[in-house]
């Protein structure tokens, strides 16, 4: 019994047939094959499959794929900008972020999404941010680092925009 | 003139691809033809299996293969043979692999494991390890007279008479617990029937190890079988060849036809993935009034669960590794590898020392409370020294041990100065292993190949986990032939192209690996001014080798480049390729006597300290570490960025076994399926954690650089538990030291207090 569902991924505009019960990561992965977002746990534990529905970070291991429709979803595969690196993902290369790299893509998004709705978090605040995206490999510091990275870099950035 | 990388921190070879989405994990890869395997498994600890009934899943639509143990009786095993791809008489704990499917879809393999019913007579069950033990206990393996998988019986010097002398005499239990290597990738493989070979892709540390397994299962010799490693999501110790997905996967393929997908699922890893050994250890030492050691004796009961794997080799370093970071002479342990009806276990980072570091350094701070010495200054007492010869042989090459412990105290001392109500501080350190030699050889082997264009192709014999191995190669290669890094590329481990690799683990990578590597690229340069002298018509001596160029010297208009030489050399000169291949075997270390289990098995050692500050909240019992100073000999650190980045995430799993990460099991049932219920640490739990890099310089690395990425995890459990003690007064001898077993420890304190 599917449903059509109209969406855009990463700019582009998708229509699809989709089960009740399907997962927007299943959607992603294997109906779309944007392998970038990941499957760690499927169930709402790791963080592996973030992306941004409508800016916000969800688990879209959690989420139906249903409830994309009308929205605008971002993967991971949709964050640099005409072979441009975000500088989120400049910022994970430069402090030494990733490791195995399994836990990237969801702490990415992940990190989109707590910038944009705080542009200048503190550690404390960046720590509870990222609360939902599990890292064996790292210990959390560097990818923490990275963070405040960015969020320096606004900082410059917004300073300048003042002068 | 090109800078040497040694010491840089070049980014990740693969960062930006990672960072993209772009690096293709195994999950990743699209394959034609793919069916989906699924396995049924026990529900029962232990159980006879009377019959499997598998028409029904047989004719659900979509079902390709569905196999039971009756169809491969075949024993095999890493090192014991003590398993089969499926249980066969008997199942052996909750989550034996019984039967399994390959079907079109998941959906249609999921039905089909549905509609499979076992026959099951329940046994008697037997968890506890002491309790296995004992000779009237349930078999786990029948073959066997008992649950004892293997013993060591060790005696050194004469402990009687040591403990006889000692001014004081400190005896402890101590109980470590599971720990999931916790890796976010789940396990997971496609195995493909192709052409009368056998096609693995997975995730594995060992790709050859699993080719051999695979060959000796299905009776196929070495040319018919291929492993592809794919990029690994995590691996720990967790992704060894044992992994049984492997030859679930291969025979449902082989039975199929078809290539077979298999991915366990988050609950599967804990039910069945091969988690950390519990050991119960009792240990008891004696110190001289200074707080020398003179003797240690210990008994080791470590829980194999079901079956082996990897776990024999486990034993002998429970047993051994940890009593060679102090100078000891007297010493009696006896120690038990034990079958019980759980999960079984297997390695992970911090390998057979991480239990054992926890006991030895919480014994350490008993003994220095007792005697009134300082903890960092009685460890400084008893600390090997380079050139040492320890009581089991090993050979130490830096006094890593002595300039960690300063270097962590000083760091720590004016923190100390101004304790807090309720904070306390705590230390340990720890020896590990940087390679280990438990085979005839020992080594790795690189071979490098430069192509017409002046690039050079690095194939290592072992595979990068995610912990940066394939970019120290890089750094090493790019310095030696001064060119960029951006001109090589690191292929990942395939059995069919690479040359024979033993593996990654044991810290070898950067000791033995580096060594490969480095030993190839000079080679390389060798060969390379020697065409370049024929080419140009001149001695070898009079060329000189700058940024990757060739000239006699003063003479720059005769500038050869790489690419000018590897072109010369294929269409001058007759289709000649440079291709040079080096093999690192360490030449300082031996396999361990079979008899007396002495031997310098590492070609060296890294040493690391700690100092925590904890405070501890006797309402909720919640332990806050606040602050974690970590000092790590690693020789040399040829990527300061990449070294900081494994001891920090080591620290992390250090801090979930002290702190959080348990399996607790009911009538064999584990009671930790999801992460949530698991406690694997969060960016919340885990404070910034201070890590000072010590350059000794060892003799045996490569530029003196050495393993580092095991030593982290050693540590936080000790400093932390020596940390509560100074802060409460209480000793937390069980892990992991939760709010729970805190405020049992506060209570037995007040009214040990109160009675006296």
């Known amino acids: ?163 | 003139m090109n800078k040497s990388l040694i010491g840089a921190s070049t980014p990740r070879l693969e960062s930006s691809e990672k960072v993209t989405g772009q690096t293709q994990y195994i999950d990743d890869l699209r394959f034609p033809n793919l069916l989906v395997g699924r396995i049924l498994r026990s529900p029962h600890p232990h159980a006879r299996i009377l019959a499997v009934h598998t028409e029904a899943a047989r004719a659900i639509r979509g079902v390709r293969a569905v196999v039971t143990g009756r169809d491969f009786p075949k024993k095999y095993g890493l090192m014991i043979p003590d398993e089969t791809v499926l249980a066969v008489d008997k199942a052996r704990y909750i989550g034996d692999e019984v039967a399994a499917v390959a079907a079109e879809t998941e959906e249609a393999a999921e039905e089909a494991i549905d509609a499979i019913t076992v026959d099951y007579q329940p046994l008697p069950a037997i968890f506890d390890p002491e309790e296995a033990m004992q000779t009237n206990a349930p078999l786990v393996h029948e073959n066997v007279s008992k649950n004892i998988t293997i013993e060591y019986h060790i005696q050194r010097g004469d402990v009687q008479t040591a403990f006889a002398a000692s001014e004081c005499v400190i005896e402890q239990r101590f109980k470590t617990q599971m720990q999931h290597q916790g890796y976010m990738e789940p396990y997971s493989c496609v195995m493909s029937p192709e052409g009368g070979r056998l096609i693995a892709w997975a995730p594995v540390q060992d790709p050859f190890t699993l080719a051999d397994q695979l060959a000796g299962l299905f009776g196929l010799s070495a040319t018919k079988i291929r492993v592809i490693q794919t990029y690994i999501g995590g691996a720990y110790g967790g992704k060894v060849s044992y992994q049984r997905l492997n030859y679930v996967a291969a025979l449902l393929a082989l039975r199929a036809g078809q290539p077979v997908r298999m991915t366990n699922k988050r609950w599967e890893e804990f039910a069945a993935g091969r988690p950390r050994i519990p050991v119960i250890t009792d240990m008891k030492m004696g110190f001289d009034r200074d707080g020398k050691i003179l003797a240690k004796q210990t008994r080791v009961i470590a829980d194999n669960g079901a079956c082996c794997g990897f776990t024999p080799g486990i034993l002998p370093v429970l047993t051994m590794r940890h009593e060679n970071q102090y100078r000891i002479s007297n010493i009696h342990t006896d120690s038990y590898l034990v079958y019980t009806n759980k999960v079984p276990t297997g390695p992970f980072r911090g390998f057979g020392n991480i239990q054992m570091i926890f006991a030895i350094e919480s014994m350490m701070d008993m003994a220095a409370q007792r005697l009134r010495i300082d903890p960092v200054e009685i460890r400084l007492r008893n600390v090997v020294h380079a050139g040492d010869l320890t009581a089991h042989g090993y050979r130490i090459q830096t006094d890593g041990l002595t300039r960690c412990l300063e270097a962590v105290r000083d760091r720590m001392e004016s923190s100390r100065a101004q304790r807090k109500p309720n904070h306390g501080f705590g230390f340990s350190c720890a020896i590990h292993s940087s390679s280990n030699r438990t085979r005839p050889f020992d080594g790795t082997t690189a071979r490098l190949r430069l192509n017409p264009d002046g690039t050079v192709h690095v194939a290592a014999s072992d595979p990068d986990l995610g912990q940066g191995s394939r970019t120290i190669y890089a750094q090493i290669v790019a310095s030696e032939l001064e060119i960029p890094v951006e001109q090589l590329a690191v292929p990942l481990v395939d059995t069919d192209y690479s040359p024979f690799g033993l593996g990654t683990y044991a810290d070898r990578l950067t000791t033995m690996g580096g060594h490969a590597v480095l030993g190839a690229a000079r080679k390389l340069k060798e060969a390379i001014l020697e065409e370049s002298a024929t080419l140009l018509g001149v001695q070898k001596e009079e060329l000189e080798y700058q940024d990757g160029s060739v000239a006699p010297r003063g003479c720059p208009e005769q500038t050869m480049t790489l690419s000018d030489i590897a072109k010369r050399l294929l269409w001058r000169l007759g289709g000649k390729t440079l291709s040079i291949e080096y093999t690192y075997d360490p030449p300082n270390t031996v396999q361990r006597d079979p008899k007396t289990l002495m031997g310098n098995t590492h070609s060296t050692h890294s040493f690391s300290a700690q100092g925590v500050e904890v405070k501890v909240d006797e309402t909720t019992g919640k332990i806050d570490v606040l602050r974690v100073v970590s000092a790590h000999d690693l020789g040399r650190a040829i990527n300061p960025q990449s070294a900081e980045g494994q001891v920090e995430g080591a620290i992390s799993t250090g801090i979930g076994y002290a702190l959080s990460e348990s399996y607790e099991f009911d009538q064999g049932q584990s009671l930790a399926n999801t992460f949530r219920d698991y406690g694997l640490p969060r960016a919340t739990d885990i404070p910034r954690i201070e890590t000072i890099l010590i350059e000794t310089n060892d003799p045996m690395g490569p530029y003196g650089a050495k393993g580092v990425g095991q030593t982290g995890t050693l540590l936080p459990a000790p400093a932390i538990a020596n940390a509560v003690q100074d802060a409460l007064g209480v000793r937390l001898t069980e892990l992991p030291m939760n709010p729970d077993r805190v405020l049992e420890g506060i209570l037995k304190k007040q009214r040990l207090d109160k009675s006296t």
Not at chain 1, 6 to 35: H, K, Q, S, W, Y
Not at chain 1, 44 to 72: F, K, M, N
Not at chain 1, 86 to 98: M, S
Not at chain 1, 122 to 151: F, S
Request: some cysteine; proline content about 3%.
């Open chain 1, 1 to 163: 019994m599917s449903v059509d569902i109209e969406f855009t991924i990463n700019g582009r505009c998708e229509n699809l047939a989709v089960e009740p019960l399907e997962t927007l990561l299943t959607v992603i992965r294997d109906r779309l094959g944007l392998t970038g977002t990941k499957k760690g746990c499927d169930g709402g534990e790791c963080g592996a499959c973030t992306v941004l529905l409508d800016g916000e970070p969800i688990l879209s291991c959690l989420t139906p794929a249903v409830q994309a429709h009308g929205r605008a979803v971002t993967t991971i595969e949709g964050l640099a900008t005409d072979g441009h690196l975000h500088r989120i993902q400049k910022a994970f290369i430069e402090t030494g972020a990733v490791q195995c790299g399994f836990c990237s893509s969801g702490m990415i998004m992940a990190t989109a999404g707590l910038l944009a709705r705080n542009p200048n978090p503190n550690e404390a605040e960046i720590r509870q941010g990222l609360a939902g995206n599990l890292c064996r490999c790292t210990g959390y510091q560097k990818i923490v680092d990275a963070v405040l990275c960015v969020a320096e870099q606004s900082r410059e950035k917004e300073g300048r925009r003042d002068e």
